[in-house]
């Protein structure tokens, strides 16, 4: 097993964890924390020319897996409120990247589809993700980006697993409660 290694301000070599006090190891939490903050600072620092926010990306790649779905469903996929996505997808649809189209059976509900114009786009940001993961995984081989990938996803169930055992929290009624205290 590969030894986690820190490089800090000023250092010219690296310190194997296993040799760190505990209170300087970081913790998991604390590292994938860092390291989805990074990644979204990356995106951020090298996409511009993609004219897209992050947010506006993580639609358009989540509308592409699932064209005719409705905003409601589309937002719980992206874990954002129904009216944060409403207004990321008036601004897509406004730039002729997204529409809305009636649903067949239910004239209340819309469908979100691609537009052809966001075709090409969607596929620079599958490029430019390819790319950029190809430079985030450096120094790291096929069998250890499998073994990665399988391990963050058995957590991501394991971390499912326990949102879905913890009774739901009426959001209203914590933050009426917090304002009393």
């Known amino acids: 097993m590969v030894n986690e290694m820190r490089i800090g ?3 010219t070599g690296a310190q194997p964890a296993n040799e760190r006090p505990p209170h300087e190891t970081p913790t998991f939490g604390f590292l994938v924390s860092d390291v989805a903050r ?5 995106f951020r620092i090298t996409a511009p020319e993609l004219g897209l926010t992050l947010a506006q990306a993580r639609v358009l790649v989540q509308l592409s897996r699932n064209e005719g779905i409705s905003q409601v ?6 874990e954002i409120q129904p009216i944060t996505l409403l207004r990321q997808i008036d601004r897509l649809e406004k730039a002729q990247l997204v ?10 509900a819309q469908q979100l589809y691609l ?21 985030v995984m450096a120094g790291l081989g096929e069998t250890e980006r499998a073994q990665l990938q399988t391990w963050l996803m058995r957590i991501k169930a394991n971390l499912a697993q326990m949102a879905a055992a913890v009774p739901a929290v009426d959001e209203s009624t914590e933050r009426a409660g917090k304002r009393r205290r």
Do not use: C, K, W, Y
């Open 38 to 42: 990074m990644l979204r600072e990356n």
């Open 9 to 11: 301000e000023g250092q």
């Open 115 to 135: 537009t052809p114009r966001s075709q090409s786009l969607v596929e620079r940001i599958f490029e430019r993700s390819a790319s950029d993961q190809e430079r």
């Open 99 to 108: 529409e809305r189209r009636v649903h067949p059976s239910d004239r209340r």
């Open 73 to 78: 469903a589309l937002s719980a996929i992206l």
